[in-house]
Structures are given as structure tokens and as C-alpha cells.
């Protein structure tokens, strides 16, 4: 059974960084899109980044562009995630998601797309 498992939440103030992992088991991890969304309290999940399949693109949301670095070690099956000059709107539940296509290369990684998901890790920033 495929798991997804995040790791790296936590509080933190304004400006400081954190790096979110997410290990993948019983998944032919280097076949596979990864990426990240989040949610905040009383808001729709919403798209952070991905990377394709062979780690050769990547993809952000307006938002976070310029402070977030997504980035893949296929021998490790773990996707990564950091996150710089944190702001508090950037609080949030992260989710780690896989895919559902294997080797998928698009630009477009819609919620509804992917097949795999992580239970989330918290990320708090206060002001």
C-alpha cells in the first residue's frame, strides 16, 4: 500500500525557514510527479509546487515563487520542500501528493489528479 509521510512542520516566526519531507513507500517513486499543497483554516487546498517525474522541471504558485525550493532524491523516494522567508500567510496544513499518472510531465498538477496523498504536517508562522 503506497505511503506518503510528511514531516518537518512546526512553528517558526516571520522570515525564518523550514524544509517539509515527504517519504514515499511501495511506490515506484522515480516514476511519479511530486508536489505540495496546502490548506489554511476555512480555505480550499491549493496548489505550492511540484516537480516532474524526472526531476527536470518545476512549478510554483505565484505565492511562494522566489521563496519556496521543491526538489526530489529519487534514491532516498522523498520529495522536499524549503521554505524561506516564511510569512503568516503561509500558515498552513501541508500535503504531500503523488500523481496519479506515472511519468507525467505537464505544468498542470491539479488537486484532482493526484492519486496519492499524505496526512499533511502542520506549518504555523507567526507575525
Known amino acids: 500500500q503506497v505511503q506518503l509521510v510528511e514531516s518537518g512542520g512546526g512553528l517558526v516566526q516571520a522570515g525564518a525557514s523550514l524544509r517539509l519531507s515527504c517519504a514515499a513507500s511501495?511506490?515506484?517513486?522515480?516514476?511519479?510527479?511530486m508536489g505540495w499543497f496546502r490548506q489554511a483554516p476555512g480555505k480550499e487546498r491549493e496548489f505550492v509546487a511540484h516537480?516532474?517525474?524526472?526531476?527536470?522541471?518545476?512549478y510554483y504558485a505565484d505565492a511562494v515563487k522566489g521563496r519556496f525550493t521543491i526538489s526530489r532524491d529519487n534514491s532516498k523516494s522523498t520529495a522536499y520542500l524549503q521554505m524561506n522567508s516564511l510569512k503568516p500567510e503561509d500558515t498552513a496544513v501541508y500535503y504531500c501528493a503523488a500523481h496519479r499518472r506515472a511519468y507525467y510531465s505537464s505544468s498542470v498538477f491539479d488537486v484532482d489528479d493526484m492519486g496519492y496523498w499524505g496526512k499533511g504536517t502542520l506549518v504555523t508562522v507567526s507575525s
Open positions: 516537480i516532474t517525474w524526472s526531476g527536470g522541471s518545476t
Open positions: 511501495d511506490l515506484t517513486f522515480r516514476r511519479y510527479a
